[in-house]
T-cell receptor, first 114, second 113 residues
């Protein structure tokens, strides 16, 4: 069975500072990896996804993530955050054989301070 | 374009009362449909998924059930709510391709009192 671990439950960061959200997955087979963002009382929106190819993936709102197979990681980064980036971020993984069932990490709450 | 509708947005129900949450998808056919629950301070837990009309798979044993009476309609139900059923319920759909992202509804905040 696969699992997804987000190492930080909360990340406070000052406006215009960089942020990195850590995500590790466990799977013995190839996985597809996603990052989602959830604003308060809303559903989740896709930030970016890794399917294959280049290990550096660029997403919306200036976010990017790097797939590292040897470390089984898919960390999310943004070089300069805005107040509007305050939200909860979820890492997720799916297996081809799993019927499109995404496994989510526990989420990381980002609080951007002025 | 494809859209997903989920209602109601918020719901307060007493313990022991029934529950019915509805989700519909527009602009696509034969989607895979999912119900997730997000409890306070916790991640998302997959409750049910469906690959077609009348086909429901349950991920965890619980007090809830799901049904798919039409291709683009997915309903989450309970006969008698428990306090532990409180949470944020999210419906989602996918086109069927294993590497496609999920598209989420705006969620239903359920409080069982």
């Amino acid at each position: 069975a696969q699992s997804v671990t987000q190492l930080d439950s909360q990340v406070p960061v000052f406006e215009e500072a960089p942020v990195e959200l850590r995500c590790n997955y466990s799977s013995s087979v190839s996985v597809y990896l996603f990052w989602y963002v959830q604003y308060p009382n809303q559903g989740l929106q896709l930030l970016l996804k890794y399917l294959s190819g280049s290990t550096l993936v660029k997403g919306i709102n200036g976010f990017e993530a790097e797939f590292n197979k040897s470390q089984t990681s898919f960390h999310l980064r943004k070089p300069s955050v805005h107040i509007s980036d305050t939200a909860e971020y979820f890492c997720a993984a799916s297996l081809k054989a799993a019927g499109n069932k995404l496994t989510f990490g526990g989420g990381t709450r980002v609080l951007v301070k002025p | 374009s494809q859209t997903i509708h989920q209602w109601p947005a918020t719901l307060v129900q007493p313990v022991g009362s029934p529950l019915s949450l509805e989700c519909t998808v527009e602009g696509t056919s034969n989607p895979n449909l999912y119900w997730y629950r997000q409890a306070a301070g916790r991640g998302l837990q997959l409750l049910f998924y469906s690959v077609g009309i009348g086909q429901i798979s349950s991920e965890v044993p619980q007090n809830l059930s799901a049904s798919r009476p039409q291709d683009r309609q997915f309903i989450l139900s309970s006969k008698k709510l428990l306090l532990s059923d409180s949470g944020f319920y999210l419906c989602a759909w996918i086109s069927g391709s294993y590497n496609s992202p999920l598209h989420f509804g705006n969620g239903t905040r359920l409080t069982v009192t």
